[in-house]
Each structure stands twice: as C-alpha cells, then as structure tokens.
C-alpha cells in the first residue's frame, strides 16, 4: 500500500526532492507525514515537491522498497524534475547505489541529508572537524558508488585489476589517513577541554548545560538568558557549536556557567553522536540539565523521548533536568498554563520541575532564573524546591492543558 502527494512550491530556483518514507511496521522508526524529514530538507536548501508513502514487512535487499516502487519513483521524478530522491530511513551502499543508478538521479538517506546539513553550519574549528570525522566515516563505505565510472576490470586469469580498483583503494587509504588524524587532533581538544572543566570544578562552577530536540528553541533562550548574539533561527540545527557564557543570578547571589549543546533528533546518526562527543560532554559535566520542550509540538512526547534516549547513550540520563517548555506563546488559548510552573512526571516514573516560558517573548524567564538560583543554592530537589504546594501532572497525553496540577502562582504575562 502506498501514497503519494504534492508539495507547494516556493521557490522553483531550489533544487527539486522527492521525499520517501517506508512503514516496515511495529519496532521500526517511521513519521506518517514525513513533515520532519521535508523540514531537514529545507534546511538543506531543497525543494521538497512530492511525498511517497511504502509499506513493506522488510527492505528489499537490492532498492530497498522494491522493484516496483523503484520504477514508480522513476517515473515520478520525471514527472516533477526532480534532482534528488531523500529517505527517510539509513541506505545501505548497494541500496543507495542501485536506486542512482535505476532513478538516475542523486539518493540520499537520512544519515546523509543530516550530514550535509552540519557540514553546512558548522563554524567553529572544532565543530567542523567532527562533522568532517563523520562523514568521511560514512562516506568510506561508499566508495564504489562514487567511481562508479571507473568500475570495469580486465578479466582473465593472470589479468590484474583494472584502474578502478587502484583508485578506489587509494582513496580508501587516504580517507583512513585523513580519519586517523582527525581523531588525533579531536582526542587534543577534547584533553583541552577537560582541563578547562578541572579549572571550572576547582573553583566552584555551577554548570548549566541546555538540551532538547532541535528546533525547540535552545539558542534563543539561551541568549534571552545571557544575551549573547548566538545565532538562531526557526529551522533543524541552526546551531551546532557549544557555546558557553556566564549568567548572573541575583537572588543567589553568584554566577553560573550556561552552555548551549547541539540539538538532537531521532535517529540521530551514530557517527555525529561519536564525533560529537567531545561537545557533548558538556552536557555530561553539568550540574543541572535545561530540557528545552516545544510545548507547541503535536510530537512533544515522542521528542522528549528521543532526548532521554540520547542522554542515556551519553551518560547525562540521571543529571538533574528542569523541563523549559518554550514557546508557550504559540499554544492556542484552552491550552494556556494558568500557572508558570509544575511537576511533571517522566515515562521513567522520576518527577521533573517543569517551567512554562517563550523564550521569544520573555514570558517565565524570571521564573527560570528563580528556580536556577535555588539550584545553585541548595541542589535540584523537586520535593524541597520552594514554590508552592504543586502537584504532579499526570496529562501525558496531554502535557499543556487545563487538567495539569500546577502551582498556585499566577503565569508570568
């Protein structure tokens, strides 16, 4: 069974992207819109201009959705002039490389377009070699299909091989090079960075890391927070280095350190959360982990999920959180917070501080503040943490709503 569906267009000077989705059922990661992957996309600088849906019970070895679905996706290709075809779940090489060749144009998975995306907005130093480190570790296993042109050999017994196979092993051999060195000068920042911690802990540092899925408004609440000018925008991975600033709090009396962390995303791929390590260690090192929510995402809970999940792989699961849930101002009026804070009960059955703000408007950041000040002060305890008497929300299925047990404060205007 499958479906397709057209896309606006905006702006026909984009490059044209077909996107596809496969539903192999219960147990596997799938997005029935595929909102998010035609998101990536856009961040990417593509035009999406079509949607396919497939179901299968399990990838087809040679195109992944099949025979019949690949002849389908060729025809639709002509028919929109597209330029690219986009997955939304991992390729295999021969995968990849069997569908360019029977579409006849570029393929890209998951992996790849969230590649090509860090590749784009990494800044600083170390932030462009570990995007680099992760995609010449993705790219070395698809070597073939990039010299493709080179592929036929000279037969016969005592025939040695032909030209394609010296140049596919020379760039093979430089890539493990290039790989080995840009770890070695990853493993040096990240001894760099360490120290920089150990002086941190010496003197006392409260640390403050933010976290959360991206797009969920780290960065702008960050600099509402510290004003520090990082860059932010309403799209996936407008930022990708960690920056850190000192933020004042008056009621404690003392400076903090805030750190803004790259953002994650499902199906993060396994390269970037290895080659990031070193950047995400900041969030490992802190003392109170900021879990930034967009309370005005239809996929709220499958997105915090996604965020417990990666904090687990990192080691930073059982830091103390405050759930931010931002972008309270986009939220239609019945499912306003009446209050500006209340605890929130985590699938894993712990209980967080949530705190409702717009990061855009200013709205709770008092608040925020307040509770980071008694952090600093007396430690994250949710049962010791003085605002008054709120109860736990057990609306999971409904997290922003007028059935929540919140405090008796009134909301921050």
């Known amino acids: 069974m499958t479906s397709s569906s057209p896309l606006e267009q905006r702006d026909p000077g984009l490059p044209r992207v077909v996107l596809v989705g496969v539903d192999l059922g219960s147990g596997s990661s799938f997005d029935p819109t595929l909102d998010e992957l035609a998101l990536l996309a856009e961040s990417a600088g593509d035009l999406p201009v079509a949607k396919v849906i497939a179901r299968r019970k399990a990838p087809d070895a040679a195109f992944f959705v099949g025979s019949g679905k690949a002849d389908e996706l060729k025809q639709l290709v002509e028919y929109e002039h ?10 295999s090489p021969a995968q990849q490389r ?3 060749r029977h579409i006849g144009v570029e393929v890209l998975d998951r992996t790849g377009l969230i590649l090509e995306i ?3 907005r990494a800044r600083s130093h170390e932030g462009k070699l570990q995007v680099e480190l992760a995609r010449l570790e993705y790219l070395s296993s698809r070597l073939v299909r990039r010299w493709s042109h080179l592929e036929r050999q000279r037969g016969g017994v005592g025939h040695r091989g032909g030209p394609g196979e010296r140049q596919i092993e020379l760039d093979r051999r430089m890539i493990d090079q290039r790989i080995k060195s ?8 990240k001894r760099q960075r360490n120290t920089q911690r150990r002086g941190r802990e010496r003197t006392g540092t409260f640390r403050v890391s933010l976290v959360g899925y991206t797009n969920a408004g780290k960065s702008t609440l960050f600099n509402a927070l510290t004003k520090a000018g990082t860059y932010a925008a309403d799209q996936l991975f407008a930022t990708l280095d960690t920056t850190t600033r000192q933020l004042y709090l008056a009621d404690a009396g003392r400076s903090v350190t805030l750190s803004d962390t790259v953002g994650f995303i499902r199906d993060l791929p396994h390269t970037l959360v ?4 070193a950047t995400l260690l900041e969030a490992t090192e802190a003392d109170v982990l900021l879990h930034v929510v967009d309370a005005a995402s239809p996929v709220l809970l499958e997105q915090m999920s996604e965020v417990q999940r990666v904090l687990t792989t990192i080691g930073a699961a059982q830091i103390p959180q405050v759930l ?3 972008k309270v101002d986009a939220l239609p009026e019945h ?14 059955g712990t209980r967080a501080l949530r705190v409702f703000v717009s990061a855009l408007k200013g709205q709770g950041l008092d608040v925020l503040r307040e509770v980071l000040s ?5 430690g994250l305890n949710v049962d010791s943490l003085s605002f008054h008497g709120a109860g736990t929300s057990a609306a999971m299925h409904n997290p922003v709503s007028e059935d929540s047990s919140v405090s008796d404060q009134s909301p921050a205007s």
Request: aromatic fraction near 10%; proline fraction near 4%.
């Open 82 to 91: 597209a330029q690219a075809v986009i997955f939304d779940q991992a390729l």
């Open 98 to 100: 069997n569908l360019e």
């Open 118 to 120: 860090f590749g784009a």
């Open 182 to 189: 840009l770890k070695e000068r990853l493993s040096k920042l």
């Open 274 to 277: 290895e080659s990031f390590e």
């Open 324 to 326: 931010v849930f931002n």
């Open 335 to 348: 499912q306003q917070p009446h209050h500006d804070r209340d605890l929130f009960e985590l699938p894993d």
């Open 374 to 378: 008694q952090a600093a002060i007396s």
